[in-house]
Nanobody, 120 residues
Framework: QVQLQESGPGLVKPSQTLSLTCTVS??????????WNWIRQPPGKGLEWMGA???????YYGPSLKVRASISRDTSKNQFTLQLSSVTPEDTAVYYC????????????WGQGTQVTVSS
């Protein structure tokens, strides 16, 4: 059973960089052929795919966030990380990590999600 767990600050100030980590257990992030995704859901809106890192370490980004988002991984800890720079209140959302056999879904395992609020 694969499990994913998001961690990071619940409150970030505008203009700062948001950093979230997804810790994976029950499966390796280097196992082929899987993609490890970040998805978010702003209040009252739908899910937005942000980006992913593949089993090979290649990264993929959604077009609206490509300039501000960066995804990396630590294979020794079986973790992958999202960094989102220059955040604004519009980045307030529940952030999820998820695994899929293709980039940007569908997903077979999800983390429980973590609320991030951008506010001064």
């Amino acid at each position: 059973q694969v499990q994913l767990q998001e961690s990071g600050p619940g409150l970030v100030k505008p203009s700062q960089t948001l950093s979230l980590t997804c810790t994976v257990s029950g499966g390796s992030i280097t196992a082929s052929v899987y993609y490890w995704n970040w998805i978010r859901q702003p209040p009252g809106k739908g899910l937005e795919w942000m980006g992913a890192i593949g089993y090979s370490g290649r990264t993929y980004y959604g077009p609206s966030l490509k300039v501000r988002a960066s995804i990396s991984r630590d294979t020794s800890k079986n973790q992958f990380t999202l960094q989102l720079s220059s955040v604004t209140p519009e980045d307030t959302a529940v952030y999820y990590c998820a695994r899929g056999a293709q980039v940007a879904g569908p997903y077979d395992y999800w983390g429980q999600g973590t609320q991030v609020t951008v506010s001064s």
